[in-house]
């Protein structure tokens, strides 16, 4: 075969293996990434949990002002009652103590729904930080074997590139830069076998004499569809 096309052939199966290399070390990192994600996002959960507890809590002290006045209020309606002297005052004073007390019944109804409420949000606060804690000791697990994991990977990458580097100096340089442009633009395969006419980057037939020209197995063309460098190899022949 042609040495060209072997030379080319070593160096994309040299290149596919670092494109894994490099996409195993993505799929680690991302894999953290999206960990740390959501560890952040329950710990703004949990900020807010807080910050709803916050507002009650507001709401409430307000609501215990109010609370005392309106008691106050009763009470001091309650000492007038015992001078007033006709039966038209009484009667305005009965109605406005009724009213203040339907209005402490009402207060105090809404206090013990925020307590209700506050003790429920707390409840949720402990839980999400119990997963929080969990989480937290799972991310230092999976981050120390993700290093790990990226180190090895890392280790074979570099043998890999030094092989790399030797096939690439290998390759002349005009069709270098021909091969490293094609490979960024037709998802990291530049060089492609032709098997029954069917290029097998694109899988588009070929014109039958270019076909011909590559069954001789001395040259390389271009691909007319996907411009990838094509060869003839018989299928048994591929590792
Ligand atoms: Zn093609």
Same mark, same amino acid.
């Given at each position: 075969?042609?040495?060209?096309?072997?030379?080319?052939?070593?160096?994309?199966?040299?290149?596919?293996?670092?494109?894994?290399?490099?996409?195993?070390?993505?799929?680690?990192?991302?894999?953290?990434?999206?960990?740390?994600?959501?560890?952040?996002?329950?710990?703004?959960?949990?900020?807010?949990?807080?910050?709803?507890?916050?507002?009650?809590?507001?709401?409430?002290?307000?609501?215990?002002?109010?609370?005392?006045?309106?008691?106050?209020?009763?009470?001091?309606?309650?000492?007038?009652?015992?001078?007033?002297?006709?039966?038209?005052?009484?009667?305005?004073?009965?109605?406005?103590?009724?009213?203040?007390?339907?209005?402490?019944?009402?207060?105090?109804?809404?206090?013990?729904?925020?307590?209700?409420?506050?003790?429920?949000?707390?409840?949720?606060?402990?839980?999400?930080?119990? /997963?929080?804690?969990?989480?937290?000791?799972?991310?230092?697990?999976?981050?120390?074997?993700?290093?790990?994991?990226?180190?090895?990977?890392?280790?074979?990458?570099?043998?890999?590139?030094?092989?790399?580097?030797?096939?690439?100096?290998?390759?002349?340089?005009? /069709?270098?830069?021909?091969?490293?442009?094609?490979?960024?633009?037709?998802?990291?395969?530049?060089?492609?076998?032709?098997?029954?006419?069917?290029?097998?980057?694109?899988?588009?037939?070929? +014109? +039958?004499?270019?076909?011909?020209?590559?069954?001789?197995?001395?040259?390389?063309?271009?691909? +007319?569809?996907?411009?990838?460098?094509?060869?003839?190899? +018989?299928?048994?022949?591929?590792?």
């Amino acid at each position: 075969m042609n040495e060209v096309i072997s030379q080319l052939i070593a160096l994309q199966k040299i290149d596919l293996q670092l494109d894994t290399i490099d996409n195993e070390i993505k799929q680690e990192q991302d894999a953290l990434d999206q960990q740390s994600a959501m560890l952040a996002q329950r710990e703004s959960d949990i900020d807010d949990l807080h910050e709803q507890i916050n507002t009650l809590e507001k709401e409430r002290r307000t609501l215990d002002l109010e609370l005392g006045e309106e008691v106050a209020h009763v009470k001091s309606r309650q000492s007038k009652m015992m001078q007033v002297q006709t039966g038209r005052e009484q009667t305005a004073l009965l109605k406005e103590i009724e009213d203040g007390k339907e209005n402490i019944k009402d207060k105090e109804e809404k206090i013990v729904a925020i307590m209700e409420e506050v003790e429920s949000l707390t409840a949720q606060i402990t839980r999400q930080q119990e /997963l929080l804690q969990e989480e937290t000791k799972s991310l230092a697990e999976a981050t120390t074997k993700a290093k790990e994991a990226i180190d090895n990977i890392s280790k074979n990458k570099q043998a890999q590139s030094s092989k790399r580097q030797k096939h690439a100096s290998e390759v002349e340089a005009k /069709l270098l830069t021909k091969y490293v442009i094609l490979r960024e633009r037709r998802k990291g395969l530049a060089v492609s076998n032709v098997l029954d006419g069917v290029c097998q980057g694109c899988f588009m037939s070929i +014109p +039958p004499q270019q076909y011909n020209t590559l069954l001789r197995g001395d040259r390389h063309l271009d691909c +007319p569809v996907c411009q990838r460098i094509i060869y003839h190899l +018989p299928q048994d022949d591929q590792e």
